[in-house]
């Protein structure tokens, strides 16, 4: 592992900043003063970042970040892991030493982040990492458990269902198939042949993705399919009204179709990212790290990241 260099609480501090909106290209790191813990905050010294398809996405040009509230100079990554160090008037539920985890909206990737402690959205949260989960673990909780969550949620698997999951291999994939699998559900999860030991390994029949993927599913499920996750497009949600799959029951996270629902992390349920921490800590839950850099390699990480072939999830190390 990395070995992590101690930060000061009282001087400067890492964090990765843009100057500008765009790619890999545009991630630094630069040294910044330490935030202080107002009324109502507590400040975290981040030991572990997890990185999202939505850290890049965001920060890929000004009108986008503009619809997550994001304007120049920015910083990066959402999801966290770390201990409170300091603890602002008026918190109670935390005290310095505490393991937590959670969000902080495109500014993870830091030495220390600030937030509410009482905050309750991917944004701006904190939440006890229990014992048996380790920071790298918790540091990629937050946004693909929430959002596999919710879109779990949507199509209420259970014991009688096959379930038809597009892009399971990614990182929320990681968790959908896993939840679903715990719901009782067959679950079968499209990717490529490189995938195939991959989400056998979640839990998943492999099937690969492209044309005739309705055939392919047809000959692995000749009783049917019951219910569909896209994670990546449309394609799933046109396979699934091919073989009868109602609207009702099927999902997407990345494309808007008419008469299927979207989820997404903010309609998860309120305890959701809780129970997925405790998931991972009684053993039901697992979540593959593929790699992880230090923070001064973040361009390497984002590219990696951003290429969309990683099986499993990518981790700054601070």
């Not at 790298?136 to 919710?150: D, F, V």
């Not at 949620?153 to 896993?178: K, M």
């Not at 593959?288 to 969309?308: D, H, M, W």
Request: net charge negative; hydrophobic share 45%; aromatic share 4%.
């Amino acid at each position: 592992m990395q070995e992590q260099r101690t930060p000061s609480s009282t001087g400067r501090s890492r964090a990765v900043r843009l100057d500008a909106f765009g790619g890999p290209e545009v991630l630094d790191t630069r040294e910044v003063p330490v935030p202080q813990a107002g009324p109502g905050q507590v400040r975290v010294r981040v030991t572990a970042a997890g990185l999202n398809p939505m850290d890049w996405i965001m920060t890929a040009d000004a009108d986008t970040a503009a619809r997550f509230g994001l304007s120049l100079p920015a910083g990066f990554g959402t999801d966290y892991a770390g201990v409170v160090d300091e603890v602002g008037a008026g918190v109670t539920g935390f005290a310095p030493g505490d393991r937590v985890f959670g969000g902080a909206l495109s500014r993870a990737v830091a030495d220390f982040v600030v937030l509410d402690a009482a905050g309750e959205t991917a944004a701006n949260e904190a939440h006890h990492t229990p014992d048996g989960v380790d920071d790298r673990t918790a540091a990629t909780l937050t946004i693909a458990g929430r959002t596999a969550s919710a879109a779990v949620a949507a199509v209420r698997p259970g014991p009688a269902d096959t379930v038809l999951i597009g892009g399971a291999a990614g990182g929320v994939g990681v968790f959908a198939v896993q939840l679903a699998r715990i719901a009782g559900a067959r679950v079968i999860g499209t990717g490529s042949a490189t995938s195939a030991g991959y989400l056998r390994d979640l839990g998943a029949e492999p099937v690969g993705y492209g044309d005739g993927l309705a055939d392919r599913v047809r000959a692995l499920a000749p009783g049917g399919v019951t219910a569909a996750i896209d994670l990546h497009g449309v394609e799933t949600v046109h396979v699934a009204r091919e073989l009868g799959v109602p609207d009702s029951r099927i999902c997407t996270i990345a494309a808007q179709v008419d008469g299927v629902a979207a989820a997404n992390g903010a309609n998860a349920a309120s305890g959701a990212l809780e129970e997925i921490a405790r998931l991972v800590a009684a053993g039901r839950l697992r979540v593959p790290i593929a790699a992880s850099f230090p923070i001064e390699q973040i361009r390497r990480a984002a590219e990696l990241q951003a290429g969309r072939h990683v099986q499993g999830k990518v981790v700054i190390d601070l």
